[in-house]
């Protein structure tokens, strides 16, 4: 999946599931920067951190990791 798209997906789940970005960067353990980086598409993350972000948002792996295109 395209950077980009993984950083809609990422803003869209977090928007639908109610959190602002500074509420869901203390969930995760990480810095507003480091979020907001994700959501812009600006930063690359590993596997970890994104199965993280699924765990706390109710949502699989695979469902944010999803390309609709398929």
């Known amino acids: 999946m395209e950077n980009n798209q993984l950083a809609q997906r990422v803003r869209a789940f977090r928007k639908l599931k ?3 970005q500074q509420e869901l960067a203390k969930e995760l353990g990480v810095s507003v920067a480091v979020l907001g980086s994700l959501e812009r598409g600006t930063r690359k993350t ?6 993280h972000i699924a765990k706390t948002l109710g949502i699989s792996y695979e469902e944010l990791m ?3 295109r398929e």
């Open 46 to 51: 590993d596997p970890k951190l994104l199965g």
């Open 66 to 68: 999803s390309d609709d």
């Open 18 to 20: 109610g959190y602002t």
